[in-house]
């Protein structure tokens, strides 16, 4: 049977340690693949979309190449591994976009830290971990 951990991504200490985390779960788990994923919600001056969806792009781009990074490092551990930026079309709280990532794909574990400091300051986690405990349909793992 295949499991699946899904990892909500900010570039925090937290949100890596969140990484370190899902690999050892990866590791004591045959047939495990792991989702990392970064939600990038609307910020900025919410009168002018543009500039809005511009700050989003900005964001997301950043992110890229610790992405790619995380790509590489599970790869090499032979973990199979799932990398997505999602651009949220809302303000919503980004919890809500990772759940329902999670219901979609199946996810049977979701790590998070408890607040993000990096760069997506307080878009993923933060205020995010509480409501991804919230709303999960699945088992939730916070790092403190």
Do not use: W
């Amino acid at each position: 049977m295949k499991r699946k951990i899904l990892v909500a991504y900010d570039g925090s200490e937290l949100s890596e340690e969140a990484l370190q985390e899902a690999k050892l779960q990866a590791a004591g788990i045959p047939e495990t693949e792991v989702h990392v994923v970064v939600v990038v919600t609307q910020t900025g001056p919410s009168t002018n979309v543009t500039v809005a969806k511009n700050i989003q792009y900005e964001v997301a781009d950043s992110l890229r190449p610790d992405m790619e990074r995380i790509y590489r490092e599970f790869e090499t551990e032979s973990i199979p591994i799932y990398t997505e930026i999602i651009i949220a079309d809302t303000n919503r709280n980004a919890g809500v976009k990772v759940c329902e990532y999670a219901d979609e794909r199946d996810i049977d574990l979701i790590i998070a830290g408890s607040r993000g400091l990096g760069t997506v300051k307080k878009m993923l986690l933060g205020s995010v971990s509480n409501q991804i405990v919230q709303e999960a349909n699945c088992p939730v793992l916070i790092i403190k």
